[in-house]
């Protein structure tokens, strides 16, 4: 392998048949002097974190539509913001994602600093999003290094070291790749390759431009790259989420700022805890004295963790309590939406 040359192939291949991404500036357009915003760039980055592009553009759309600057971002109250990300999942990055803003409106005149090291020093922008924003948007020689990335890298190098352990080889692997000649194309071209050729499932090697580069490829099983370790069997956990209506009200807490789902509106819950609740246990935890029903319970699935929650329903009234319509329920997280759902009879 030769990296000019695997280089020159992937880059031809990106020209052609670069994806039409709502934040992206392709490479005819970049050939034309026309730059990506970093502020599209940056919040694409962090949306794409823990979700795909389909699923993530039409958030993108509702956001830029909404706050089409960085200073309009950052002068938007925090539960705004919250509710207009439920359904992206990981709350903390939207609070990361505001704090960032609001240092960039405060400290940077609404103008993101066009180095790698610069965006490193803005709070809640890690090293990933970083390198993303600095090449793409800027055009600086950065190595990012996504999902996609390290599965483009284990294969082309056969590398045989498991993920986790492998991310240090798959990143200094990719470095050697990165030049000063076309940075941020290179990085979405390594992107889009890993994101519609060299898939997780079913990689389609007779279309890869770089086939010829490809040690997993010659081996003859690339799909078994890269290489992981036994999973960890996720904790379960039991908790109660209490379903109190006041006609056609529901009753909502706001959970603490920081923490899982933090500053997030939700479902009164018990604590979540890995044995099961009790009749007795459950009614004693519960925010209010009431009449409370019995309404079933809801599977949810976490990143570390799964949870068993019991629901439990009444009709009454109480102080300290945020009522809402039904009809607002739709920006709970998802969680406490599958909740409110299977508790109030799917009557949404």
Not at 42 to 57: I, K, R
Not at 204 to 229: K, S
């Given at each position: 392998?030769t990296?000019?040359?695997?280089?020159?192939?992937?880059?031809?291949?990106?020209?052609?048949g670069?994806?039409?991404?709502?934040?992206?500036?392709?490479?005819?357009?970049?050939r034309?002097?026309?730059?990506?915003?970093?502020?599209?760039?940056?919040?694409?980055?962090?949306?794409?974190?823990?979700?795909?592009?389909?699923?993530?553009?039409p958030?993108?759309?509702?956001?830029?539509?909404?706050?089409?600057?960085?200073?309009?971002?950052?002068?938007?109250?925090?539960?705004?913001?919250?509710?207009?990300?439920?359904?992206?999942?990981?709350?903390?990055?939207?609070?990361?994602?505001?704090?960032?803003?609001?240092?960039?409106?405060?400290?940077?005149?609404?103008?993101?600093?066009?180095?790698?090291?610069?965006?490193?020093?803005?709070?809640?922008?890690?090293?990933?999003?970083?390198?993303?924003?600095?090449?793409?948007?800027?055009?600086?020689?950065?190595?990012?290094?996504?999902?996609?990335?390290?599965?483009?890298?284990?294969?082309?190098f056969?590398?045989?070291?498991?993920?986790?352990?492998?991310k240090?080889?798959?990143?200094?692997?990719?470095?050697a790749?990165?030049?000063?000649?076309?940075?941020?194309?290179?990085?979405?071209?390594?992107?889009?390759?890993?994101?519609?050729?060299?898939?997780?499932?079913?990689?389609?090697?007779?279309?890869?431009?770089?086939?010829?580069?490809?040690?997993?490829?010659?081996?003859?099983?690339?799909?078994?790259?890269?290489?992981?370790?036994?999973?960890?069997?996720?904790?379960?956990?039991?908790?109660?989420?209490?379903?109190?209506?006041?006609?056609?009200?529901?009753?909502?807490?706001?959970?603490?700022?920081?923490?899982?789902?933090?500053?997030?509106?939700?479902?009164?819950?018990?604590?979540?805890?890995?044995?099961?609740?009790?009749?007795?246990?459950?009614?004693?935890?519960?925010?209010?004295?009431?009449?409370?029903?019995?309404?079933?319970?809801?599977?949810?699935?976490f990143?570390?963790?799964?949870?068993?929650?019991?629901?439990?329903?009444?009709?009454?009234?109480?102080?300290?309590?945020i009522?809402?319509?039904?009809?607002?329920?739709?920006?709970?997280?998802?969680?406490?939406?599958?909740?409110?759902?299977?508790?109030?009879?799917?009557?949404?």
């Amino acid at each position: 392998m030769t990296a000019p040359a695997l280089r020159s192939a992937l880059l031809a291949w990106y020209d052609v048949g670069a994806r039409d991404l709502a934040w992206r500036v392709g490479p005819s357009d970049g050939r034309e002097g026309v730059r990506a915003d970093p502020y599209r760039v940056w919040l694409s980055e962090v949306m794409l974190q823990q979700t795909t592009v389909p699923h993530a553009t039409p958030y993108f759309l509702k956001f830029t539509a909404r706050w089409p600057t960085v200073s309009d971002l950052a002068a938007e109250e925090d539960g705004e913001v919250m509710a207009a990300w439920a359904g992206l999942g990981y709350y903390a990055r939207a609070r990361n994602l505001l704090a960032c803003a609001r240092a960039v409106a405060r400290d940077h005149g609404g103008i993101f600093p066009d180095t790698e090291e610069g965006l490193r020093a803005l709070p809640g922008l890690g090293p990933y999003t970083a390198a993303a924003v600095a090449a793409i948007a800027f055009d600086r020689p950065t190595n990012v290094v996504d999902g996609n990335v390290e599965r483009v890298m284990a294969r082309l190098f056969a590398v045989e070291t498991p993920l986790p352990e492998a991310k240090p080889e798959l990143k200094r692997l990719a470095e050697a790749l990165v030049r000063d000649h076309r940075p941020g194309d290179w990085a979405q071209a390594l992107m889009d390759l890993g994101a519609t050729v060299c898939r997780p499932k079913g990689p389609l090697c007779d279309r890869c431009p770089v086939a010829a580069f490809c040690a997993g490829l010659a081996g003859g099983e690339p799909e078994t790259y890269p290489r992981r370790a036994a999973k960890a069997v996720r904790p379960h956990r039991h908790g109660v989420a209490y379903i109190l209506t006041r006609g056609n009200e529901v009753a909502l807490v706001r959970r603490p700022p920081k923490g899982l789902l933090g500053g997030m509106l939700a479902l009164p819950t018990s604590d979540w805890r890995g044995v099961g609740w009790s009749d007795e246990e459950a009614r004693h935890a519960a925010p209010v004295g009431a009449d409370w029903r019995a309404a079933g319970e809801v599977e949810h699935g976490f990143t570390h963790f799964t949870l068993t929650l019991r629901l439990l329903r009444a009709e009454g009234d109480a102080e300290g309590l945020i009522w809402t319509p039904r009809s607002g329920l739709d920006a709970l997280p998802s969680v406490f939406l599958k909740a409110a759902r299977a508790g109030l009879g799917n009557l949404l």
